[in-house]
Every structure is written in structure tokens, then in C-alpha cells.
């Protein structure tokens, strides 16, 4: 991937199971995320969502089961390739409560004569859906 990945993190008051289940399981997607169409937790399973105009394909890399969720994400009608990884662990300090870690590598791929790609795009969808979206299915 191209360097300089977009990385967030994030605490959760609730189990890694719980935030496990919201990032890989579509019915609990389609609730804070997307409606995501093909989606099977193993890897090389290719799945695909429209958010907003853009259709989004993606395929599966990497799975270790509670921990780490890694995919592809390309569009079909641009260059470029990403790759969006979750990592969770359970909080140190804090019972029951859990850490996220996304990281989003390779925007810088796609087109960046269109807003809709830049940087700045992403962090704040990212945002949007890990602090508002997220946060409110899991706690």
C-alpha cells in the first residue's frame, strides 16, 4: 500500500465480542455502517456496499477472530486500491470496555482531483461513523 495510512482510534464501553459482532457481522453493519451485500467472515469472501453514489467492492485478506478485520476497498470505476483494517483489543484500565483501532491505507490511490477522495474525505467519514454511528450501536 501507499504510505501515510489515516489511523483512528477509539474506546468503547462494551466487550470485545460486542464490538467484534458490529464490524463483522452485516445484519449489525446495516445498522451502523452499511448495507452490505455478500458479506461472509472468511477470507477471499468478496463483498460490496454503495455509500452514497459510490459503489464500494472490497474482499476479505484477513481475519483473526475477536482481534483484527482486514479488507480491500476499490471502486469500480476509479484507480486505486485501499485496505481498511480494525484492530480490537479490551481496554487495560477499563473492565468491559474496548479498544479500536482503524487503520486506512492507500487513499492516496485513488483520484485525488476529486474532493470526494482527498484526506480530509475520508478522516471525516471515518469519523463519523466511528464516533457518532458506531458509538451509539455499541454502547
Not at 500500500?1 to 445484519?27: D, F, H, R
Not at 486506512?104 to 485525488?112: L, R
Not at 475520508?122 to 458509538?135: D, K, M, V
Request: proline letters at 4%; charged letters at 25%.
Amino acid at each position: 500500500m501507499i504510505g501515510n495510512p489515516l489511523i483512528i482510534e477509539k474506546q468503547y464501553n462494551c466487550t470485545i465480542e460486542v464490538l467484534w459482532n458490529a464490524i463483522s457481522n452485516p445484519n449489525a453493519m446495516k445498522e451502523w455502517y452499511f448495507d452490505v451485500k455478500g458479506f461472509e467472515l472468511e477470507v477471499g469472501n468478496q463483498f460490496e456496499f454503495y455509500a452514497g453514489e459510490y459503489l464500494h467492492e472490497c474482499r476479505i485478506e484477513d481475519v483473526f477472530l475477536y482481534h483484527k478485520l482486514v479488507y480491500t476497498w476499490t471502486y469500480p470505476i476509479y484507480e486505486g486500491e485501499s485496505e481498511v483494517t480494525f484492530l480490537i483489543n479490551p481496554d487495560k484500565e477499563f473492565e468491559n470496555y474496548s479498544q479500536l483501532k482503524l487503520i486506512h491505507d492507500g487513499i492516496a490511490s485513488f483520484p485525488q482531483d476529486d474532493a470526494n477522495f482527498s484526506r480530509n474525505s475520508f478522516e471525516a467519514g471515518w469519523e463519523e461513523l466511528l464516533e457518532i454511528s458506531l458509538r451509539e450501536y455499541v454502547e
